[in-house]
């Protein structure tokens, strides 16, 4: 059996902790992934699981430890037994599973996703919390989006809260990110895609939209929505039709109709 | 002018403090509502608010004093001045705007909720997390929903967290509760609401279901869902057609995917 860590102060597991700050999640180049259903996620990407952690005294699920198994054949990953206590200094869960992972974080440049004739790709803006843009991540994964392209200074998807809203789906979809809308705004051009924004006095209703494909559909921040700049350039401007005296939906709740609408036009 | 309380140990400011626990809440009939958008929704309902909250250091936004004064003018409503220091007391924000108001809840019994021809309901049951109850309704009154009835045992729309994400619909939104699930089936069919229901094995795809009103749209709990009782209860099953490998939606986007849907079938 290995040596279980029971000491909290213990050096790999304060280096843990420290993924829950940007700075060190940014230094590393890793994030700490917790929650069955985002572990498998991290798991299927089987390399870049830098790191298991797992609590032996907490690790009742026979899916986790199944996986676990399976995870530790196929990979020559490290592994951190520790105790429950020493677990819960780790994690945020109230029930935590008792299996934890280190892992990778995936960045592409624009120019590396690819692009064909019925693309869809969801474009974020300075979406400033990051359970929004977990939330954004799940639905985009669920409607078949290719990719989301990240844009100026966002919230860090690699962040607790947007990896659990998420569900995992981070680890699933490709990610980019772009801090010049310029160089974001010439990939667009370059590759023919119809660029989508919303805005309540767009000329096209949701539902009666003419939609093409290559896409992105843009969202800006929470607060302030897109620049006047980027609002602009879309070549098809919508809005969500509205009766009521709300001033608008929730951001992850007008994404999610846009593009579950987006993906039922595809075809 | 009036006396400015400075003392956090205050009585009548420890009451509003208590308002953050839903015991208080419940006994009390009360709520503390903050956000500028959320007070002036519930001025509207003018004589609902019970006592104003105002830190007159804090308050600088000049749409809020002009409401206050025009409040004040029109109503009998006692307010409370106090310090910079004992509003941050009572506050969650981190940029409060100095206005706070006590509001006394409201509630109705299914019976009194008015059914037409067209009518729209959205039905919770169960549904556990104030933050998306409260998304739930800033949705629902976009998009003209005629009233929210709250099933078993939800989180409370009063909640601060809810009030916040509702935008303060919470007080522009009729709402009812029923703790009886057989008495709601009983509405229902009374009413002779159509019952639509969501579940990935639906029969109909949300793109192509025959839509009939007046309907109620019943969601079920984040983890859970909806009981099969319940479920099997529902005159129009259906499903969003999704091809991800996410097993779901966050509820608060599903709700907002299927009441987008049936409003925009309403007419």
């Known amino acids: 059996m290995q040596e279980i860590i029971t000491s909290t102060k213990n050096q790999r597991v304060k280096d843990v902790r420290k993924l829950a700050q940007r700075k060190y999640r940014e230094v590393s180049g890793l994030c700490l992934v917790e929650g069955l ?67 990778r974080q995936s960045w592409l440049d624009l120019s590396e996703l690819p692009v064909d004739g019925t693309s869809l790709f969801v474009a974020l803006y300075e979406v400033k919390n990051p359970g929004n ?13 290719d990719g989301i392209i990240l844009l100026g200074s966002t919230a860090d998807p690699y962040d607790v809260a947007s990896i659990k809203a998420s569900m995992g789906t981070v680890f699933s979809l490709p990610v980019a990110r772009e801090t010049s809308t310029q160089r974001y705004a010439d990939w667009c051009r370059e590759r023919n895609l ?12 949701l539902n009666t939209a003419p939609w093409e494909f290559p896409a992105v559909i843009l969202f800006g921040s929470e607060a302030q929505g897109l620049p006047e700049d980027l609002l602009e350039q879309g070549t098809l401007q919508v809005r969500i039709p509205m009766s009521g005296q709300a001033t608008s939906l929730n951001l992850a709740v007008a994404a999610g109709i846009i593009i579950y609408t987006a993906a039922r036009n595809r075809v």
């Open 37 to 103: 259903q985002s572990v498998l996620r991290a798991m299927d990407q089987g390399r870049d699981v830098e790191l298991l952690i797992v609590a032996p005294g907490l690790l009742t699920s026979e899916l986790a430890q199944r996986r676990l198994d399976e995870h530790l054949t196929q990979f020559d990953t490290e592994c951190l037994y520790v105790s429950d206590q020493v677990y819960a200094s780790i994690s945020d869960r109230d029930n935590p599973v008792g299996l934890s992972a280190v892992v």
């Open 133 to 145: 843009l977990g939330t954004i991540f799940r639905t985009a994964e669920s409607f078949g989006v």
């Open 194 to 205: 119809t660029v989508i924004t919303t805005s309540a006095r767009a000329p096209h209703s």
